[in-house]
């Protein structure tokens, strides 16, 4: 029969999930370290522990040499010749020679010394026990029951240990109270002074991988697989499954009948959103269906090798594939593995206008060069970003009347003063000065249509002059009408009259 000792000892170790024989060393060790604290002696010692009778035994003991050339510690070594006159008999090299010591003389202090001694080797032996126990066991779900409230991190009891769940590893929809079991997920198990550290969470993606297996079926046999999950705790979640029977509609089977089973996850996640997703190889049909539950155009690989897509949305659709506060785009990212940038039908236009005009190297002229704008209104165009005369040529009447402080009078002027910038008058309107005298080619050397009839009309007369110079005979200088009526139509002041030629009468 066992020791009342022993009896403890057993207690002991079943409380703290260790091997009994870990408590028995640390006893024996205890008594060795008091004994020679007493005794105040170098000698090496050894204790013993007798289970039948709960009595402890300490010894020194002496390895016995077979030549005196092979002492090195004279205190713990002796020769086969003196242990032989020692003992009287027989003694073999290699052999112990043992000498007990009386423990009865230990007093007060040394059995307090004996006790903070057994006590830290118990505590060393709990926290190894524990690491080893859960060390392999991260991202495993396991249950737990809440212990207390320790300010914003909760501290639950897993069974063998206890673990901390930081703020961050919360859901904000969450709230426990003290004796509510909940299943977390393991975390890391990190080694500290004060032992092994464990670390659980509720808001790892695992814990919705775990509950999706023990609510539906056909993930838990692995016909249907989940290939991806990305979450935001207290928020939403998006996760992509594929089946392995064609017969087996994925999507169908996680949502459940009238959707039973997906409400019942988020039923235990307080009224989380969850989107579930057909997963796919093609990463660009798989991206417009992470993207739901906003329609895409179109989708385009910009980057093969730094996975990056661009994600083209109608102009109403855009604001519903970002999601909140960036939400839907961030979570189809992870979900996806690539970078994404999401982009509507209008900014996709005008980034490919932008390309193209800096292709063909465009013009670009300050608005500045259009005298026929005041001051004024040059302000108001540049405070709106309108620093150039194409930019304002491209833009519509709409998007300038957007524009503090443009109305309708100061519209049309800007379309006037843009016109005459180019070179496009309207019938009766005054040109510059320049104008008259500036005859530029329109298109391959071609002349504007009333120069080109003055210039008709010129030749002709130089013409009739030459002939009748070679005939000697007068020419009558007579006005010319389609020269007169271009005149008037550019509203240029008319030319001085030339002389006559001589001879010739006054008209």
């Known amino acids: 029969m066992s020791s009342a000792l022993y009896q403890s000892i057993e207690m002991l ?14 006893v024996e060790e205890a008594i060795v370290l008091a004994t020679r604290k007493y005794y105040k002696s170098q000698q090496t010692m050894r204790g013993e522990l007798d289970r039948e009778t709960g ?24 020769t086969l010749a003196d242990a032989q006159a020692e003992l009287g008999q027989e003694v073999e ?25 057994i006590f830290q080797k118990v505590r060393d032996a709990e926290r190894d026990t524990v690491f080893n126990e859960y060390a392999h066991r991260e991202k495993e779900v396991l249950s737990a029951t809440v212990k207390r409230i320790e300010g914003p991190d909760l501290v639950v009891d897993l069974g063998k240990a206890e673990a901390r769940m930081p703020r961050r590893e919360q859901s904000r929809l969450e709230s426990f109270t003290v004796g509510e079991r909940i299943r977390v997920v393991l975390l890391k198990v990190d080694r500290t ?10 808001a790892a993606p695992e814990l919705v991988q775990n509950l999706f297996q023990s609510e539906v079926p056909e993930i838990y046999d ?12 207290g928020e939403r979640t998006k996760i992509a499954v594929m089946s392995r029977d064609k017969d087996v509609d994925p999507v169908g089977a996680c949502v459940g009948m009238k959707g039973m089973r997906v409400q019942s996850i988020i039923r235990e996640l307080r009224g989380e959103k969850i989107d579930i997703i057909e997963y796919s190889e093609e990463i660009t049909t798989f991206a417009e269906k992470a993207l739901q539950p906003a329609k895409v155009s179109r989708v385009s690989i910009v980057d093969l090798a730094n996975k990056q897509l661009e994600v083209i949305v109608d102009d109403t659709q855009l604001s519903l594939a970002i999601g909140k506060k960036g939400q839907n785009v961030r979570l189809a990212a992870k979900l996806l593995g690539w970078k994404i940038d999401i982009k509507s039908e209008e900014e996709k236009r005008q980034e490919v206008e932008q390309q193209m005009t800096s292709m063909s190297g465009g013009p670009s002229t300050p608005i500045e060069q259009i005298s026929e704008l005041g001051d004024s209104i040059l302000q108001k165009l540049v405070a709106a970003g309108i620093t150039t005369v194409e930019s ?7 998007q300038l009347e ?44 071609e002349l504007p249509a009333a120069d080109e009839a003055v210039a008709d009309e010129a030749t002709e007369t130089k013409a009739v002059a030459e002939t009748a110079a070679e005939a000697d005979a007068p020419v009558v200088d007579e006005p010319i009408p389609q020269v007169e009526a271009a005149a008037e139509a550019t509203e240029t002041e008319p030319a001085a009259e030339e002389d006559s030629p001589a001879g010739a009468p006054d008209a």
């Open 13 to 26: 170790s079943r409380e703290k999930n260790i091997d009994p024989e870990i408590v028995v060393h640390a």
């Open 55 to 78: 009595e402890i035994h300490v010894y020194a003991y002496r390895t016995v040499l077979a030549t005196d050339e092979e002492m090195t510690d004279p205190i713990n070594q002796l």
């Open 93 to 117: 090299p290699g052999s112990e020679l043992r000498t007990y010591l009386d423990t009865r003389p230990l007093g007060r202090i040394a059995a307090q010394l004996a006790k903070q001694v």
């Open 193 to 202: 002074a004060k032992g092994p550290q464990v670390l659980v969470s509720r």
């Open 222 to 233: 692995n016909t249907v697989v989940i290939r991806a999950i990305a979450r935001e705790a």
């Open 392 to 398: 304002l040529a491209d833009m519509t009447p709409e």
């Open 402 to 445: 957007e524009i503090p402080g443009i109305g309708e009078k100061t519209l049309e002027r800007i379309s006037i003063a843009v016109r005459h910038y180019f070179g496009e008058y309207a019938e009766g309107e005054a040109r510059p000065a320049s104008a008259e005298t500036a005859v530029e080619p329109t298109a391959a050397g």
